[in-house]
């Protein structure tokens, strides 16, 4: 593994770069590995879920929306709503008030399939997350919802209630 501060390279004095490149391989492995999982044990995709679950959580019920919420081009957003569509998990109609727009929102086939990315995510994340003591994940987590917030303050971006649960 390459840890950024043994390599002579400005990521050595930046603790800050670091941090935000540990977090991008960290999230970037975690969306692959969630990726491989979902497809294997649901014929679904990471991204599926995140879109029914972005539904679901912080009312996007417009496409735009989940596009903004979840930084996807219009197209894949689109792509990934014809699949959920076509399988009965989410309904998409026109805005009677803006017929540019199409409203999303989650079945009860969507919900229960949210439902089960959960416990089979949350398997997978015990095994990875069981190094950290209840504090440290605690702490972890405190610090991570922190940044998010100030991010998303500064993006003007959704925040779900349940997220301060």
Do not use: W
């Amino acid at each position: 593994m390459l840890h950024y501060s043994s390599v002579n390279s400005p990521y050595r004095s930046s603790q800050n770069l670091r941090i935000a490149s540990y977090l991008h391989r960290l999230g970037s492995m975690l969306e692959r590995g969630a990726d491989h999982l979902l497809q294997k044990e649901m014929r679904m995709s990471f991204m599926q879920v995140m879109i029914l679950l972005s539904v679901q959580r912080c009312a996007a019920t417009q496409q735009q929306e989940i596009v903004r919420i979840l930084g996807l081009t219009p197209g894949a957003v689109s792509r990934h709503l014809d699949v959920l569509v076509s399988e009965g998990s989410a309904t998409r109609v026109i805005n009677p008030k803006n017929r540019r727009q199409h409203l999303i929102s989650v079945t009860a086939k969507g919900a229960e399939k949210i439902e089960n990315a959960f416990v089979i995510l949350e398997r997978s994340l015990s095994t990875i997350l069981g190094v950290l003591s209840r504090a440290e994940k605690k702490a972890l987590e405190d610090s991570l919802l922190k940044i998010v917030r100030i991010m998303e303050q500064k993006e003007n971006g959704c925040t779900s209630q349940a997220d301060t649960d």
